[in-house]
């Protein structure tokens, strides 16, 4: 099995036992083999950014290499998801069991309708940004060619409060 593309993953969890979630989810992708898991950020509890009245957010960011493609990758996110129990419909920004989002791969920029490359809300989220600092901040987004760690500077904390857990 080859291990060619990194990619940068999010995991967030709002529902039930949030840290377990996640876990369980990252532990979940790397059941295939074709996923391995090279840096995991730390544990953070976030605060809600685009629905405001739902309960906090557990969040962290991994750094994977795989011999998946960008859409390959996607769908196995999704099939992880509905396996924690996460309905296929449901209110966009609102409670999830499980989310994972694909922030980036290698350089890739796609504009497909499943998929955006970057992810399209990666440089305004401190809970995203926070943690792939933690892995990696000087990944570069390829669209506006700035590193992970000048776009958390950008950020205001009011409003998006990310706190550490472990
Ligand atoms: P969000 O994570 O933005 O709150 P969802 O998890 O419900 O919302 O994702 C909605 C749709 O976004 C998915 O069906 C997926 O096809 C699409 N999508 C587009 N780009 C990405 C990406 N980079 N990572 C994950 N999903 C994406
Ligand atoms: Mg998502």
Redesign the pocket.
């Given at each position: 099995m080859a291990y060619p593309h990194r990619a940068f993953i999010s995991i967030g969890s709002n529902l039930g036992d949030k840290l377990d979630n996640c876990l369980r989810g990252i532990d979940a992708l790397t059941a295939a083999g074709d996923i391995r898991i090279r840096r995991r950020s730390a544990m953070y509890r976030t605060e809600p950014v685009?629905f405001k009245d739902q309960d906090w957010f557990v969040n962290c960011v991994i750094l994977v290499e795989t011999g998946l493609d960008p859409l390959g990758l996607?769908e196995r996110?999704?099939s992880v998801?509905r396996q924690a129990g996460r309905p296929v419909e449901?209110l966009?920004?609102g409670p999830?069991v499980l989310?994972?989002?694909?922030?980036l791969y290698d350089g890739v920029i796609l504009e497909d309708p499943?998929?955006?490359?970057?992810?399209?809300?990666l440089h305004r989220r401190r809970f995203v940004l926070k943690p792939l600092c933690d892995i990696d901040p000087d990944t570069v987004h390829p669209v506006l060619n700035q590193t992970a760690q000048a776009l958390l500077a950008e950020l205001e904390e009011e409003g998006q409060q990310v706190v550490e857990i472990e």
């Open positions: 685009d996607l996110l999704q998801q449901r966009r920004f999830r989310d994972l989002d694909l922030l499943r998929l955006t490359l970057p992810h399209p809300r």
